[in-house]
């Protein structure tokens, strides 16, 4: 294996992903670790995640034809990642293209399309950095959007799934895997030692008794508080959310029901997306206008 950014993310990153999300990408994950960069196909143009709609609802090839009143529309589709690499785009990345299109005079507003199932908790901060300062409105458009996807979808101005069908909503929630390859390596004549200073004995203790079977320091030093933050921030960001049981511990919600609990705005498509942000827009050019 090559270095590459993603295969170091996901050695050392906690992640914020739904479980079937988590195992479906599974065995690309061990193509990413066992591979080199040859052997995949390169990242798409930006163009793939990054577009712009004009006022009549045309899609621009390139941004220097912009007109006046365009939207920018920003894809964060799949595992997020932090950084960017040869196969796939990062909250750098896209991050990036949202403040382009925040700052060009000529695009009032953006549409996040954002169908995840979550990914690194590393991926998380830099939207929501954006978000804080931004100008101009961001509605969210989703299918799925769950875990760290969710997380950042909170922040939007506006969150709207894609159908009253497929689109769902939450995973709420903070969890770990790691697999002890221990037996495996005995069964090998494999003896791995360990050895730590004298002075380091709380270096990888929570991780070290987990191996043990006692998840407490585990769950108390790393999940816990990411918990806690996660479900901080979900509070803060939508304060009308009807809390019940499994809303904010990891349940999953179709559209409608999402909608009727608060996690969501409304139901529509790119189109309504669209619209919601002319109307952000305007709503606030007449504020500023007049106050």
């Given at each position: 294996?090559?270095?590459?950014?993603?295969?170091?993310e996901?050695?050392?990153?906690?992640?914020?992903?739904?479980?079937k999300s988590a195992?479906s990408f599974l065995?690309l994950?061990?193509?990413?670790?066992?591979?080199?960069?040859?052997?995949?196909d390169?990242?798409?143009e930006?163009?793939?995640?990054?577009s712009?709609?004009?006022?009549?609802?045309?899609?621009l090839p390139?941004?220097?034809?912009?007109?006046?009143?365009?939207?920018?529309?920003v894809?964060?589709m799949?595992?997020?990642?932090k950084?960017?690499?040869?196969?796939s785009?990062?909250?750098?990345?896209?991050?990036?293209?949202a403040?382009?299109?925040?700052?060009?005079?000529?695009?009032?507003?953006q549409?996040?399309?954002?169908?995840?199932?979550?990914?690194?908790?590393a991926a998380?901060?830099?939207?929501?950095d954006f978000?804080?300062?931004?100008k101009?409105?961001?509605?969210?458009?989703?299918?799925?959007?769950?875990?760290?996807?969710?997380?950042?979808?909170?922040?939007?101005?506006?969150?709207?799934?894609?159908n009253?069908?497929s689109?769902?909503?939450?995973?709420?929630?903070?969890?770990?895997e790691?697999?002890?390859f221990?037996?495996?390596?005995?069964k090998e004549?494999?003896?791995?030692?360990?050895?730590?200073?004298?002075?380091?004995?709380?270096k990888?203790?929570?991780?070290?008794?987990?191996?043990e079977?006692?998840?407490?320091a585990?769950?108390a030093?790393?999940?816990?508080?990411?918990?806690?933050?996660?479900?901080?921030?979900?509070?803060?960001?939508?304060?009308n959310?009807?809390i019940s049981?499994g809303?904010l511990?990891g349940?999953?919600?179709y559209a409608?029901?999402a909608?009727?609990i608060?996690?969501?705005?409304?139901?529509?498509?790119?189109d309504?997306?669209?619209n919601?942000?002319?109307?952000?827009a305007?709503a606030?050019?007449?504020?500023?206008?007049?106050?």
């Amino acid at each position: 294996m090559v270095f590459s950014k993603t295969a170091n993310e996901i050695l050392r990153s906690p992640w914020f992903m739904e479980p079937k999300s988590a195992l479906s990408f599974l065995p690309l994950v061990a193509d990413i670790l066992n591979k080199t960069q040859k052997d995949f196909d390169p990242r798409p143009e930006a163009v793939a995640v990054r577009s712009v709609i004009t006022p009549q609802g045309v899609s621009l090839p390139r941004e220097e034809e912009i007109p006046q009143g365009s939207i920018g529309v920003v894809s964060i589709m799949g595992p997020m990642l932090k950084y960017g690499d040869w196969c796939s785009y990062g909250s750098d990345d896209l991050v990036a293209f949202a403040k382009d299109f925040d700052t060009n005079e000529n695009i009032i507003g953006q549409v996040w399309v954002m169908d995840s199932g979550g990914g690194s908790v590393a991926a998380v901060a830099p939207y929501l950095d954006f978000l804080k300062t931004k100008k101009k409105p961001v509605v969210s458009l989703s299918d799925m959007s769950a875990s760290a996807n969710y997380y950042i979808a909170s922040s939007t101005d506006f969150i709207m799934a894609e159908n009253n069908i497929s689109s769902m909503f939450g995973s709420i929630g903070v969890m770990i895997e790691f697999a002890d390859f221990k037996a495996v390596y005995e069964k090998e004549g494999i003896k791995v030692h360990t050895i730590y200073a004298d002075e380091s004995t709380h270096k990888n203790l929570a991780f070290k008794q987990a191996l043990e079977g006692n998840y407490d320091a585990i769950k108390a030093e790393m999940l816990n508080p990411l918990a806690i933050k996660f479900q901080q921030h979900i509070r803060a960001s939508r304060p009308n959310l009807k809390i019940s049981e499994g809303v904010l511990n990891g349940k999953m919600f179709y559209a409608e029901e999402a909608q009727s609990i608060g996690l969501i705005d409304g139901i529509g498509n790119l189109d309504a997306a669209i619209n919601y942000v002319k109307f952000l827009a305007n709503a606030s050019s007449f504020i500023s206008t007049n106050y």
